[in-house]
């Protein structure tokens, strides 16, 4: 795989030429934020689904995140949390739950909606996981309302344990880690499906996503960036000491596969760069 260790400076007080075209910082619309406070949920647009259908789908916005999700994936399409150095270690003694809700909020609106029971593992076997797409230990960082949120089963799928409890997991631990090292990352994350959907294991509704994928967007070190990192997992069984790297895609590659638009309210060269460049992962720094 080609990686690329170019990065997008916007710097003040200089132009920087990106596919034959100039842009400076005042083109970036980067929003204000605070470190101890999740808004805003998404940087630069909330991605946008091509075959979006409002009988079918729906943006939930909860206390930490956003989920949209899909009533014919029975999943989220996307999910997203602004993940900050402050709250990352936040609420830790928090109680992990170990029952998901029903979201009544979407089931009033029409939408078929899942319960706790649709994710059991068929008589004899313990081979899938409800898999969070945003992860209890980022949502409890904000309080534990915003833990608890977590638990909706509109923002779980799906996951193979050997994926969940391994290579996924070092995956989200890493993400999390982006957060500490450079002050802010917003974090998409969310499913990818094949052309037909198959239920996850017989007898069950809910559709068994192909991969996952995590899309990380942050400021970078010297908060005058656009540095992005996006991974994609195929749904199978992923060792604990995975090389992340190796996982490495565009952001355009998940979009061809999901059908969703990220950060469309970059300039169109600017977006342009960021999303068809496969990014090296970002250097570990040291946590003051």
Not at 61 to 76: C, G, H, M, Q, R
Not at 156 to 164: E, V, Y
Not at 201 to 222: D, L, Q, W
Request: glycine share 6%.
């Amino acid at each position: 795989m080609k990686k690329y260790s170019v990065r997008i400076l916007l710097l003040a007080a200089l132009a920087i030429t990106v596919s034959g075209k100039a842009w400076a910082q005042d083109q970036i619309n980067w929003p204000t934020w605070d470190n101890n406070t999740p808004e805003p949920h998404t940087i630069f647009g909330d991605p946008k689904y091509i075959a979006h259908d409002p009988n079918h789908n729906a943006v939930r916005k909860y206390e930490s995140f956003t989920v949209y999700y899909d009533d014919i994936a029975l999943s989220p399409r996307w999910t997203a949390i602004k993940m900050t150095r402050d709250v990352a270690d936040e609420n830790s003694d928090m109680e992990r739950g170990d029952y998901f809700k029903i979201d009544k909020t979407l089931k009033q609106k029409g939408l078929r909606v899942t319960k706790h029971e649709d994710y059991n593992n068929p008589v004899g076997a313990k081979k899938w996981d409800r898999g969070h797409m945003v992860q209890f230990d980022d949502a409890r960082g904000y309080g534990d309302q915003a833990g608890k949120d977590s638990f909706y089963t509109s923002n779980i799928c799906p996951q193979l344990a050997l994926l969940n409890q391994r290579g996924w997991l070092t995956l989200e631990e890493a993400c999390t880690e982006f957060a500490r090292d450079y002050d802010v990352a917003w974090i998409y994350t969310g499913p990818i499906y094949g052309e037909h959907k198959v239920p996850f294991a017989k007898g069950r509704k809910v559709p068994r996503p192909i991969a996952f994928y995590k899309i990380v967007v942050s400021p970078g070190e010297n908060g005058q960036q656009v540095d992005v990192l996006a991974f994609r997992m195929t749904h199978e069984p992923i060792p604990r000491d995975v090389d992340l790297s190796e996982y490495l895609v565009s952001i355009r590659e998940i979009e061809q596969e999901t059908g969703l638009d990220f950060l469309h309210e970059l300039p169109d060269d600017v977006e342009n760069m960021v999303e068809t460049s496969v990014w090296e992962i970002w250097p570990d720094l040291p946590n003051e």
